[in-house]
């Protein structure tokens, strides 16, 4: 089993910064991926950013450029670094870890960029 818990959210305005964590504990040795999802009012959850166990990250689009994950070696926190926000990034932003056996999820952190 591992538990997240997500903190860093909040309101920010257009063109500025935030930094998210998600704190890790139980199983983490077991992790072999962590990601940070997202989900905006009415819409599907979408994959924000991955980092896998080597190191390697993979961002989606949308966020190339201005998002940054990166991790703990013992997997025990992992964060977004967010600059040159956008009103379409608000959304309530979740972790994720993933094992050979499962998926787990924290229970997500609000973010609200004002125009």
Request: hydrophobic share 35%.
């Amino acid at each position: 089993q591992v538990q997240l818990v997500e903190s860093g959210g909040g309101l920010v305005q257009a063109g500025g910064s935030l930094r998210l964590s998600c704190a890790a504990s139980g199983s983490t040795f077991s992790i072999n991926a962590m990601s940070w999802y997202r989900q905006a009012p009415g819409k599907q959850r979408e994959l924000v950013a991955v980092i896998s166990r080597g190191g390697s990250t993979k961002y989606a689009d949308s966020v190339k450029g201005r998002f940054t994950i990166s991790r703990t070696n013992a997997w025990n926190a992992v964060y977004l670094q967010m600059n040159s926000l956008k009103p379409e990034d608000t959304g309530v932003y979740y972790c994720n870890a993933t094992t050979w056996r499962s998926d787990y999820w924290g229970q997500g952190t609000q973010v609200t960029v004002s125009s």
